[in-house]
Every structure is written in structure tokens, then in C-alpha cells.
């Protein structure tokens, strides 16, 4: 399984981004797919998931209600719509997979991707 997440950038607080990460290798409906974050300093923590057919989604709670995470199983990609940015969402982010159903902790996701830098400027 391979993953190339993308989207990153510089964003005021307030705006919007959105990240994608793009799966190859395997089924890609057959996974859960995660979007976790790294700040400086800080632990990779985790940010949503979303079941393998789209049905079912988990956000942490600094994720609630400012960001989505979405899949097109179409065409292989996974998405993390992000709103009202805040100067604490400045952190690389990583999309990850598992075969697990919809998990929160990092050690259970398989496959990891790359990262993309994400920055808010206050």
C-alpha cells in the first residue's frame, strides 16, 4: 500500500483548507482511512477516520464541527475538508490506513503516508 497525501499550505485563521491523499496498492474500499497530525514538540495525535465504505466517521474532539473527512472509492482518495482554522491546527498531517474498523490510535494503522505541512498564521 502506498499513500500521497497533498493539500497542504498556509492558511489564515478562519480559512479553509482541504488535504487529499491518494491509495494505491490494494482494495482501497477495504480500509479505514485515518488523518492524524504532528505538531512541533507534540505527539501525532489523531484527527477523524472514516470506514471503509464512507458509512461511518470518528473525529477527535478539536476536529469536531471544523473538519470532514470524506473518501471516493472511485477514485482511491480520501479527504479532510478543514474550516475555521485555528493557529493550533499548524501540524504536518498524515493520512494512514488500517484494516481495522474505524480506529483512533495510531499503532493500529498499517500504512502511513508522507505528510503534508499544514500552517495557520494567527
Known amino acids: 500500500v502506498q499513500l500521497q497525501a497533498s493539500g497542504g499550505g498556509l492558511a489564515q485563521a478562519g480559512g479553509s483548507l482541504r488535504l487529499s491523499c491518494a491509495f494505491s496498492?490494494?482494495?482501497?474500499?477495504?480500509?479505514?482511512m485515518g488523518w492524524f497530525r504532528q505538531a512541533p514538540g507534540k505527539e501525532r495525535e489523531f484527527a477523524a477516520a472514516?470506514?471503509?465504505?464512507?458509512?461511518?466517521?470518528e473525529y477527535a474532539d478539536s476536529a469536531k464541527g471544523r473538519f470532514t473527512i470524506s473518501r471516493d472509492n472511485a477514485k482511491d482518495t480520501v479527504y479532510l475538508q478543514m474550516n475555521v482554522l485555528k493557529f493550533e491546527d499548524t501540524a504536518v498531517y498524515y493520512c494512514?490506513?488500517?484494516?481495522?474498523?474505524?480506529?483512533?490510535?495510531?499503532?493500529?494503522?498499517?500504512?502511513w503516508g508522507q505528510g503534508t505541512q499544514v500552517t495557520v498564521s494567527s
Open positions: 494512514a490506513a488500517t484494516t481495522r474498523w474505524l480506529r483512533i490510535g495510531a499503532p493500529e494503522y498499517e500504512y
Open positions: 496498492g490494494r482494495t482501497f474500499s477495504s480500509y479505514t
Open positions: 472514516v470506514s471503509g465504505r464512507g458509512s461511518r466517521t
